[in-house]
T-cell receptor, first 109, second 115 residues
């Protein structure tokens, strides 16, 4: 079993749609969680951290469920510019980070 | 520098040849990470360093891959006797490493093509 698992997609949604991605992780001792965004073979960049209480940044909402060991990302009112690959990242401790394979999103006009 | 720098941008090697990739972390960052991303988006951790010391090498295919981070030099990832399946983009990242978590900042990657 992979340490971090994501549905690879692709998710194809119209502009304005709401889309949600899930990610599961295997190590129950994992300490922190993140979503990174990667555009078209460029380097990944941090989108947002994920906290137990859930956190929101504009149209993006991230949730963590430690009991079920999954993380989610919700994007509301999708824009064309949201088209990218979203990488779920789990910090096992210290700086020991593990990346999921990514979920590809395409937002269409 | 202010950004993670990786060289070269592209590297083409024939099967069996050696490939060497370089990474200069952001100044002041003490952790360096190498990742391999193949065509299907699989993002694989290879190795990490804390300054010049190996921190975690659980992802390294030890037979042909080696890496170093020496003082006052760019970090390097070397592949001896490349194989077709080594074709991938190799990303380097760095972080400050002073807290439980520090954001990893990625370089633009080196695209290795093995023919």
């Amino acid at each position: 079993r992979k340490e971090v698992e994501q549905d690879p997609g692709p998710f194809n949604v119209p502009e304005g749609a709401t889309v949600a991605f899930n990610c599961t992780y295997s190590n129950s001792a994992s300490q922190s969680f993140f979503w990174y965004r990667q555009d078209c073979r460029k380097e990944p960049k941090l989108l947002m951290s994920v906290y137990s209480s859930g956190n929101e940044d504009g149209r993006f909402t991230a949730q963590l469920n430690r009991a079920s060991q999954y993380i989610s990302l919700l994007i509301r009112d999708s824009k064309l510019s949201d088209s990218a690959t979203y990488l779920c990242v789990v910090n096992k401790g210290g700086n020991d980070m593990r990346f999921g394979a990514g979920t590809r999103l395409t937002v269409k006009p | 520098g202010e950004e993670v720098a990786q060289t070269p941008k592209h590297l083409v090697r024939g099967e069996g040849q050696k490939a060497k990739l370089y990474c200069a972390p952001i100044k002041g960052h003490s952790y360096v990470f190498w990742y391999q991303q193949v065509l299907k988006n699989e993002f694989k951790f290879l190795i990490s360093f804390q300054n010049e010391n190996v921190f975690d090498e659980t992802g390294m295919p030890k037979e042909r891959f080696s890496a170093k981070c020496l003082p006052n030099s760019p970090c390097s990832l070397e592949i001896q006797a490349t194989k077709l399946e080594d074709s991938a983009v190799y990303f380097c990242a760095s972080s400050q490493g002073t807290k439980t978590y520090n954001e990893q900042f990625f370089g633009p990657g080196t695209r290795l093509t093995v023919l």
